[in-house]
């Protein structure tokens, strides 16, 4: 073997309804990656319960969230989408990466100590090994790019950080089995069975905050529906939110310098952007000068002719159990042929017995 196979993977959690942030930071990139690369795209259902272990429709969120990845336009048959619970492959190889991985690494986590709080005694061990699961979900198909949020990059750097370690550890056995690639280390080369994935981090879009904060996260925790856009949101829905969307009495700038300080601003001139697929500074030179009473209106005008078409094919494939459940059980088998194959040779690597 002389390079690892361009791959893309990425996953979201069934947790809540999806909002504008989901589909610009992650959905819309998916359905654009497709295009050009080999992509698995996974519900994973297995990360909804480092936060919240007992759910009451674990299984329709996650049929929610496959009908939105199918509405938004990934080709199921051309890629694979499917649920990580239903590969079992993801739990193993996490088993193996949480003895690769330090408590240090976990212990430096930002979104642990986020989630965690100040009583991290009370954190479930779950919580803290979440990133040990996805650098599993990511390497078990030895993928070379994902797509993420700003929010997910250190976890993806921890993916590396985890994979090469086991790269240094295991670079005998894997040069004897002839399985890995050449792959240099500071003035070394080892043999690398995983790749050191790379993000793909881009788009004026890659962090929308709070309708009512621009200083948060959109989030599907957030008490007030106000503070999002929801991908099942009616035209009206959508309208009214943007139109009560805070902003601030200052016209919109004609440079992006003067969006500085001005988050509510800076937010919505970006979900513009992300919306109409052009740049922040275009966005400001057809709008500069002109105050919030005339860019909301543009502004819901066009996130209701981008998003309702997608939550009205969202709702009439959520309509069909029979076939969103097809989708899953079909990439489940395929993805789970692909993931053996890495274990099969993880476990010969490692020097674990087997058939």
Known sequence: MTAFKPLVFSGVQPTGNLHLGNY???????????????????VVDL??????????????????ITAAFLASGIDPKKHIVFNQSRVMQHAELAWIFNCVARIGWMNKMTQFKDKAGKDRENASLGLLAYPSLMAADILLYRATHVPVGEDQK?????????????????????????VGVEMPVGEETVNGYFPLTEPVIGGPATRIMSLRDGSKKMSKSDPSDLSRINLTDDADAISKKIRKAKTDPEALPGELDGLAGRPEAENLVGIYAGLAEISKEAVLKEFGGQQFSVFKPALAD?????????????RRISGDRAYVDAVLKDGGERAGVLAEATMKTVRDIIGLLQD
């Open 24 to 42: 610009l930071g992650a959905i819309k990139k998916f359905v654009a990656l497709q295009d050009t690369s080999n992509c698995i795209y996974c």
């Open 47 to 64: 990360h909804s319960l480092t936060a919240q272990l007992v759910h009451d429709d674990l299984a329709d969120q996650t049929r929610s």
């Open 154 to 178: 250190q976890h993806l750097e921890l993916t590396r950080d985890i994979a090469q370690k086991f790269n240094n550890d295991f670079s005998d056995r894997i040069a004897r089995l002839g």
């Open 302 to 314: 066009l996130a209701v002719e981008r998003l309702a078409p997608v939550a009205a094919e969202m």
